[in-house]
């Protein structure tokens, strides 16, 4: 059932109030939530906790329980407005999953560093750590699942983009009702565009090579016309001679540059209906790319991955004043891989994917 135009509206505005509180007073209260757990954790809350009277142990387990409750529930209404506001966004799926897979998969490490494993078994710090996961789980998941939909929506655009000028020639009905069925890449002579009165004299159709590779056709070149409009009379004198004045009844330069030609082709539907079926093609192509480019480079890849989590260990023993830190990045290598390249994955896609529209339909290569 089709919403009337007063319901869309009603529920457009709906959903612009939603994403108006959820980012109103979600994004500050998560952002105050994280400042008064890490407060807690680098305070003196948790190192005074054994000298602590039991009315204050209460009161810290209890304010500590409001925050994290109020982080889950706050991260979520501003991620749902978020998502509403910028839905179309790229940048928000992929800030997102950088946000997310921070707190998801380095907050361990990271805060146990800067607190020299002091409260590995404390309860208190154990929930915050929990949170802070939860917190990165929640932003991670709709990131990657935005940065998916980012992909697959350009590979669906970049098929149906109409990049290039229609031109209407009166017979589209006449087209509609003649149905070919499409090749997978079709010859100019094999589209809906092809005309049967035009493709006798069609130079395309008698060399047998499409109206792109000789930068003239029946959408682009007058004389194919004239010619296809006047064989019914090549016997008529009259229309000879009309033939015959106009220089259509020989061959003949049009006097036009290759750039010339080439720009005339960019606002032809018929190439723009080549260019769709390129990226239709090639656009699939950039998956087992992606994949056979880690494949090979998968070693060098491993060991750069090794080399910047061997550096993160000394920058946190660093931060920590200690030689060496309690929670070491490289002993989660081949996790910490697999993740690096699941995101290189999914970022090099995207932009391979918008590079290969930028190509086809922007450079028309």
Known sequence: MRLSARRRSQFIGFLATISGIGMKYGIPLTLLSIVYLLFVIFGPHLRSMPKMTPQNLAYLEHSVSVARTLLIASSIAAVLGLIIRFFYEEVLGQGLALLGGLF??????????????????????????NTFGMFGLICLLPGVDLIMRDAAM??????????IMERGWGDEQERVKKFRKPKMYAKCWDMAFCRDFVRNVCPAWKKKKPCWRLKSGCYCDEGTVMRALTVEGKDNPHLRGILHSLGLDKARSDGL??????????????????????????????????GLLFLVFYNQISTWIGVVLER????????????????????????????????LGIMILS???????????????
């Open 312 to 343: 993160a260990d000394h920058f946190m023993s660093f931060l920590a004043y200690q030689p060496g830190t309690v929670y070491s990045f490289a002993h989660e290598k081949n996790i910490l891989t697999i993740l690096t390249l699941v995101w």
């Open 351 to 365: 932009y391979a994917l918008r590079g290969l529209e930028y190509l086809i339909f922007e450079m028309q290569v």
């Open 154 to 163: 350009r590979i669906w655009n970049g098929i149906n983009l109409q990049k």
């Open 104 to 129: 998801f998969f380095f907050t361990p490490a990271i805060l146990g560093d800067l607190t020299m494993g002091a409260f590995k078994t404390n309860p208190i710090y154990q929930s915050i750590i």
């Open 257 to 290: 540059s290759g750039a010339q030609k080439r720009a005339r082709c960019r606002r032809c539907s018929i190439y723009a209906e080549h260019q769709r079926q390129k990226y239709r093609l090639s656009s699939p192509m950039m998956f087992p790319a992606v």
